[in-house]
Each structure stands twice: as C-alpha cells, then as structure tokens.
C-alpha cells in the first residue's frame, strides 16, 4: 500500500467522507481484488480511461478499490496498526486515522478539527491539494 494506495477525503458541500483508495490498472485486477477480499469490505469499481487535458496526463482503465463506510474503516485502521506503512504515507496514515476517529467516535463531530486534519492531510499528500 506503500505505493498505490491512498488515505485521503472527499469533500461534498459540507459533508466530509474519509476514504482509503487502491487504483491499479484493469490488468491488475485480481490483485485488486484479492486485497478486498483480504480486507473484507469496501466495494470496487471500473474507472474508465481518460485523455489527457492542460490538468493531468491520459490515464488508463482502472480498477478502483474504495473503503469510506464509517463502519468499515476501522478493518483499514487495524491493519495499519498492526503492519506500519514504511513511505511517506505513514505521515498521512496517522493523519487520516485521526479523522477516522472524529467520524466513528463522536456523536456530534468536532467539525473545526476535522477540517484542521483535512488540511494537514491535503498538506502531507504531494499530489493532493488543498479544498480551500
């Protein structure tokens, strides 16, 4: 996961849904899926390929694994615990792991440090950028 997956958000008015992503080519898929049924949640989807535009390079069709119900993220959380990640995304590992807990834990959610670790995250992904 060191290399292809990610630990990041999606913003959507002011709804914030934490996610853990794997995207690996169409060719890859049954890795892919193996890592699903490893985990043994989330759903996987087909993204299809793009054409380059002035913002992003062409891209290739793709199988999307992609975990953000709050009930099955804690399964990712475990995982990490126990195997630590070895890049720069054990950073934004904890980071996310934090928001994780902000969404799961508290019955009325502390939006201001959700929004700070939002931030951060943004911040600790060099290809992510910031929502603001």
């Known amino acids: ?11 959507n008015g002011a709804q914030l849904a934490v996610i853990f992503a794997l995207r690996l080519t169409a060719i890859d898929r049954p890795i892919v ?4 049924d490893f985990f043994g949640v989330g759903k996987i989807y087909t ?4 054409f380059p535009t002035a913002n992003r390079g062409a ?6 694994f992609r975990v953000l ?20 995304k054990a950073n934004s590992f ?13 019955r009325v959610r502390n939006r201001e440090a ?6 951060a995250l943004s911040a600790s992904q060099p290809r992510n950028q910031s929502w603001r």
């Open 1 to 11: 996961m060191d290399g292809e997956g990610s630990f990041t958000y999606n913003r």
């Open 33 to 36: 899926e193996r890592v699903q």
């Open 47 to 50: 993204a299809k390929a793009r």
């Open 59 to 64: 891209t290739k069709t793709s199988a999307y």
């Open 69 to 88: 119900r709050h009930d099955e993220l804690p399964r990712i959380v475990e995982h990490f615990d126990s195997y630590p990640l070895q890049s720069y």
């Open 94 to 106: 904890k980071i996310w792991r934090g928001m994780v807990a902000i969404k799961r834990e508290f």
């Open 114 to 119: 959700l929004e700070e670790l939002a931030l």
